[in-house]
């Protein structure tokens, strides 16, 4: 089972990096700005991008950070990073395929950052249920 | 040892991230610069004698010609002339259309506004529409009622499927005549301008929109709020000793 707890955690470093740069972006008002190349503009202006006042880019690295850090744990047998690890990435997932369709259906453009975000948590949530599957103790 | 291993690697991990973000945070140079700075360097004037060196202002760019003749507001001989790289489909363009007129209102005759055509196609469907309404209508003498018309509505029309009754509508809300309208928006001329407007934007660098130059120097994007913009022009009219 370690190969899953590796590759979540890489999957989790990528995921990491690419929402870190967003956030950076963000902050800094590069990708606000429009581009020829990215609807990133239209995505990261609009209100569905903060909650509460914080950036969803910055909440996305806090999450994949938290994969991250449970995927290690778990490798390391801390069985109850395992537990947790499961469920945070399907609500993970569940907000990816929400911010997809907002992309799709409500600001109608694609931000590219977000859409590597999204496949990359669809792998993590692939990795997560093969783990289930191939596992009924995912510590070991 | 084996123990503690997972969470060392996890601080490690905590530490890179935390410094790239400040890294990359520092080493976007408009990031760093404080309002009343266009970019890259802060005023030489701010240097005491005897201190160190400060780095100079960049030459202002000037980049081929735009369309002509430009689209302006404001007396030619103002003290301070901003230049501005915008796409009407483009939420910040939008967003920064009020403060434009904001800052015109209260700078009067020492602003002087340009308007250049920069629409993204085809991150924008509707932008080369927009501006080539907005190009038609100034063939009639009409840009500027017809830009703040197609900034002001565009909520109303970006997410329509076809945009082109909706801008003759708007046409015929300002007296344009709209038969000569409707053949110019297709027109060579208008095409031109835009292309134009285009070639100088991408020979001054502008990479997105809203991109504002303030006497030929760039403004950063985060110093386009009216409160920060303000500092910025108040800053050129001392320079200029105004």
Redesign the interface.
Same mark, same amino acid.
């Not at chain 1, 902050?27 to 590069?30: A, P």
């Given at each position: 089972m370690k190969k899953f707890y590796i590759g979540a955690a890489l999957l989790s470093?990528l995921g990491?990096a690419d929402a *870190? =740069?967003l +956030? $950076?972006e963000h902050? +800094?008002?590069?990708t606000?700005?429009?581009? $020829? *190349?990215?609807?990133c %503009?239209?995505v990261l %202006? %609009?209100p569905y991008a903060v909650v509460a006042g914080i950036p969803l880019a910055a909440v996305g690295?806090a999450a994949y950070?938290t994969v991250? %850090?449970l995927a290690?744990?778990a *490798?390391?047998r =801390?069985r109850i990073a395992g537990k947790i690890l499961p469920p945070l990435v399907i609500a993970m997932f569940f907000v990816s395929v929400w911010l997809f369709y907002l992309q799709a259906f409500v600001i109608?453009?694609f931000c590219q950052y977000c859409l590597i975000s999204a496949a990359i948590t669809t792998c993590l949530l692939v990795l997560v249920l093969s783990l289930r599957w191939f596992s009924t103790d995912y510590t070991d | 040892m084996k123990r503690i291993l997972p969470f060392i690697i996890i601080l490690v991990v905590l530490g890179v991230a935390l410094s790239s973000a400040w890294y990359l945070t520092r080493s976007i140079p408009a990031a760093q610069n404080p309002p009343g700075n266009p970019v890259p360097a802060s005023p030489a004037s701010s240097g005491s004698p005897g201190s160190p060196a400060q780095p100079q202002p960049p030459a202002p760019v000037t980049g081929v010609p735009g369309a002509e003749p430009a689209h302006t507001a404001g007396p030619a001989n103002a003290p301070v002339k901003l230049e501005e790289f915008g796409d009407f489909e483009c939420p910040p363009c939008g967003m920064f259309h009020p403060i434009l007129k904001q800052m015109q209102e209260e700078f009067g005759d020492k602003l002087q506004v340009t308007f250049r055509e920069f629409p993204l196609v085809p991150t924008h469907q509707h932008a080369l529409a927009a501006a080539s309404a907005a190009e038609a209508a100034g063939l009639q003498g009409k840009f500027w009622e017809m830009h703040h018309m197609i900034y002001d509505h565009q909520n109303d029309w970006k997410k329509e499927f076809d945009v082109r009754p909706i801008f003759e509508g708007y046409a015929k809300q300002l007296g344009v005549d709209v038969d000569r309208y409707k053949r110019d928006v297709d027109s060579e001329a208008v095409a031109q301008r835009i292309m134009l407007d285009g070639n100088r934007g991408h020979s001054l660098g502008v990479k997105g929109t809203p991109t504002v130059f303030i006497n030929g120097r760039e403004v950063p994007f985060e110093n386009l709020p009216a409160e920060k913009l303000r500092v910025v022009i108040q800053n050129e009219l001392r320079n200029a000793g105004k």
């Open positions: 470093l990491l *870190l =740069y +956030t $950076i902050v +800094t008002g590069q606000v700005r429009c581009t $020829i *190349l990215s609807g %503009s239209e %202006s %609009s690295a950070f991250f %850090s290690i744990l *490798l390391f =801390y109608r453009q | -």
